[in-house]
């Protein structure tokens, strides 16, 4: 059961650039979500997804597009990179919430560091 | 406007001594809260999770958390630390069941 896993480790882009960062699940969940870290600013938001098919905007998602035309992978997309967007990825899954547990925690991936000069 | 908050970039704690780690949210509704550990080069691992009812919520590696309505804080505590707890911490807020929010992180140092 390898859980998240994000392709690639790490790249390093010329500006302008662009490239398509790959996350997997292997454990059936719904929801996907792809974050940015930056330091002291925590994790924020760019694109999650509820279901195969269906994406939405979170709260940084300008510059990235995504998508998921199978449930249990969630791409992120960068036409055109720009130094603004050098940060860590991250990848994360979760159930969807049921009646008899509506508080399901995220399943992270370990990251794609991406450096763009 | 909801949120999470993590008051301190760093804490700094003895080997054996207790600790605590501070998060604060600001939600509308019931909240649904998380705490979660990093530990470098790595993702973000799960450590525990509030429910409805239980004001002290244990979770792994021998951490609590401490959830607190009229306060709206939600710190997360160990007895005794180890120097191998020494990792990124991170308070989390799940708002409208498909969104989270995490605070900006607590650098925990325990020395030996």
């Known amino acids: 059961n390898a859980g998240v896993t994000q392709t690639p480790k790490f790249r390093v882009l010329k500006t302008g650039q662009s490239m398509t960062l790959l996350c997997a699940q292997d454990?059936?969940?719904?929801?996907m979500y792809w974050y940015r870290q930056d330091p002291g600013m925590g994790l924020r938001l760019i694109h999650y997804s509820v279901g195969e098919g269906t994406t939405a905007k979170g709260e940084v998602p300008d510059g990235y597009n995504v998508s998921r035309l199978k449930k249990q992978n969630f791409l992120l997309g960068l036409e055109s990179a720009a130094p603004s967007q050098t940060s860590v990825y991250f990848c994360?899954?979760?159930?969807?919430?049921?009646?008899?547990?509506?508080?399901?925690?995220?399943?992270f991936g370990d990251g794609t560091r991406l450096s763009i000069l | 406007a909801q949120s999470v908050a993590q008051p301190e970039d760093q804490v700094n704690v003895a080997e054996g001594n207790p600790l605590t780690v501070k998060c604060t949210y600001s939600?509308?509704?019931?909240?649904?809260l998380f705490w979660y550990v990093q530990y470098p080069n790595r993702g973000l691992q799960f450590l525990l999770k509030?429910?409805?009812?239980?004001?002290l919520v244990k979770g792994s590696y021998g951490f609590e958390a401490e959830f607190n309505k009229s306060q709206t804080s939600f710190h997360l505590k160990k007895p005794s630390a180890l120097v191998s707890d020494s990792a990124l911490y991170f308070c989390?807020?799940?708002?409208?069941?498909?969104?989270?929010?995490f605070g900006s992180g607590t650098k925990l140092n325990v020395k030996p």
């Open positions: 939600v509308s509704g019931n909240p649904y």
């Open positions: 454990m059936n969940h719904e929801y």
């Open positions: 989390a807020v799940r708002i409208n069941f498909n969104k989270f929010y």
């Open positions: 994360a899954s979760s159930y969807l919430p049921d009646r008899g547990n509506s508080n399901q925690p995220q399943h």
């Open positions: 509030y429910i409805t009812g239980d004001n």
